[in-house]
């Protein structure tokens, strides 16, 4: 059965078929990292990490790429805030830090790798710079403008009509832009002060004190910052080539940013930018979105202390990516019981398997029949514009059809082997989820190697930033632990402790 997704693009559902049919370049555009990360990105986090799982499991290699945008006015306007850092720089490393915790503790599989604004600045000049070539921008005063009207397809992805577009940008850009929806490739000087109290928290620097921390570059137009579209085409094209098999994102980024990702992609490249646009929809609470600027949010960690990463993965697939999702008491609730549903039903069928009472020429043919009905009903759904409701439900009825299997033996042994299946079938398919019957999924992590690999990640980003001293710091807490770190020309390795 052919794998379909809804194609934001066309409107349409659609066969998906890869460039290459053995390999898939799926883009994700990621977080702001200027708040601590809630259940609103997990979700979106979940659902593409749970693509990623599908495709492989179709046979398809997988290169995965997730940005950070660590160069945003919001970042900056954190600054002296608690322990979050002095400058832009420190604080969108806290939060990366942070992020990239929050990623493992809900399970996701690892990006190929996570470029960062910050990291790409020279590519981003490079794109700005053959825009302008071809025509396409134009330069006012130190910065750098799309010209909308150049490209003949603005508003294919959002179906807006030009003149019905309102302007984008700050009121100091609409005054230097030819049309109103013309958008900023290159920003001069540093950010404004009225921008950084906009978003200022309490408790952080002054506006103007943190606008002097704010990172700037060189450039052909004079000093200046990247603006925000132009940094995903610039990370996305450079770690995955001119074309995407899949991008994928918030519905809420549908215009102005993916639009302007397009425009600005295909003008430089003479190429279709993404052959498949997903989005995932917002989740709501108190019927509003659940964002960081509205303060109505639960956090990762939060959510992963006091619930367990099964219980938040079974809530989150609960429904499919591009359906509306609601958080409530009543909803998480009813998380709960159906992993616990799926839980029990697993501990029981494994303790019957692994007891005497299971016998080896029993044989229900009702379990067996169930059990195949459900794996079908999983890859339907699956490939079904990867419905993870129905999914869902397809392992709830492996775990019924085991209950009706133990309790209906009156006296005969169990069936071996149909109860084997069922438990392999719930082990392979729940890690389709990301559910783990089997690994510590309360949050708390013990020392491992998923762990051991994340501190580091961040001991190579301090090294990388110059923070030499912060390294050698991370570098001996992990040996204090008793984990033997070895640098090498190919980079750091490790061995855990004996037992680990």
């Not at 150049?150 to 030009?162: D, I, M, R, V």
């Not at 108190?286 to 993965?313: I, P, Y």
């Not at 009813?334 to 039903?345: F, N, V, Y």
Request: net charge negative; hydrophobic share 35%; proline share 3%.
């Amino acid at each position: 059965m052919t794998l379909n997704v809804t194609n934001t693009l066309t409107g349409e559902t659609e066969p998906f078929e890869p460039q290459d049919p053995d390999d898939v370049l799926l883009y994700y555009c990621g977080l702001t990292v200027s708040d601590p990360p809630h259940l609103g990105h997990a979700r979106s986090w979940v659902h593409v990490d749970v693509m990623h799982r599908w495709l492989e499991q179709l046979g398809y290699g997988v290169r995965h790429v997730e940005n950070f945008t660590d160069v945003n006015e919001k970042i900056v306007a954190r600054v002296g805030e608690d322990d979050l850092g002095d400058d832009e720089s420190e604080v969108a490393e806290t939060y990366i830090e942070r992020t990239l915790a929050d990623m493992r503790s809900l399970n996701l599989l690892r990006a190929e790798v996570y470029p960062r604004v910050s990291e790409h600045v020279p590519e981003i000049v490079a794109l700005v710079e053959t825009l302008l070539e071809k025509g396409y921008a134009y330069e006012a005063n130190g910065s750098v403008y799309f010209d909308v009207t150049s490209f003949e397809e603005y508003g294919k992805l959002s179906n807006q009509e030009l003149e019905e577009i309102e302007s984008q940008g700050d009121p100091d850009e609409r005054s230097e832009k030819r049309n109103p929806a013309d958008f900023a490739l290159w920003k001069a000087d540093g950010v404004d002060s009225d921008a950084i109290e906009e978003h200022r928290h309490e408790g952080a620097a002054p506006a103007e004190e943190a606008c002097e921390t704010a990172l700037t570059w060189e450039s052909p137009w004079g000093e200046g910052r990247p603006g925000w579209h132009i940094e995903c085409s610039a990370m996305s094209t450079t770690h995955l080539g001119d074309t995407l098999d899949i991008h994928v994102g918030g519905r809420d980024l549908v215009f102005p940013h993916h639009e302007n990702e397009i425009a600005q992609s295909e003008a430089a490249t003479d190429q279709q930018f993404a052959n498949y646009w997903l989005h995932c929809e917002l989740f709501q609470m108190d019927e509003e979105k659940m964002s960081s600027s509205l303060g109505n949010f639960v956090t990762v960690d939060e959510a992963v202390d006091r619930w367990g990463t099964n219980v938040v993965r079974t809530f989150l697939t609960a429904g499919s990516y591009n359906s509306q999702q609601l958080y409530s008491d009543e909803t998480i609730a009813e998380a709960e019981e159906r992993w616990d549903r799926l839980e029990r039903a697993h501990e029981a069928a494994t303790a019957a398997i692994d007891s005497p009472d299971a016998g080896t020429k029993a044989e229900d043919g009702e379990l067996r029949e169930a059990v195949a009905e459900a794996r079908e009903a999983f890859r339907e759904a699956m490939n079904d514009d990867f419905n993870t409701r129905e999914a869902q439900s397809a392992l709830l009825e492996i775990a019924a059809a085991i209950n009706r299997h133990l309790e209906g033996r009156e006296g005969e042994r169990a069936d071996y082997r149909g109860l084997r299946q069922a438990v392999e079938t719930l082990e392979e398919l729940g890690d389709v989820l990301g559910l783990s019957f089997t690994g510590e999924t309360d949050g708390s992590a013990e020392l491992a190697g998923d762990v051991v690999e994340l501190v580091l990640d961040v001991r190579e980003h301090e090294r990388e930033a110059g923070n030499y001293e912060r390294a050698d710091e991370l570098r001996d807490e992990l040996e204090g632990l008793g984990v033997e770190v070895q640098d090498t020309d190919d980079g750091a390795s490790y061995r855990l402790p004996s037992g680990e």
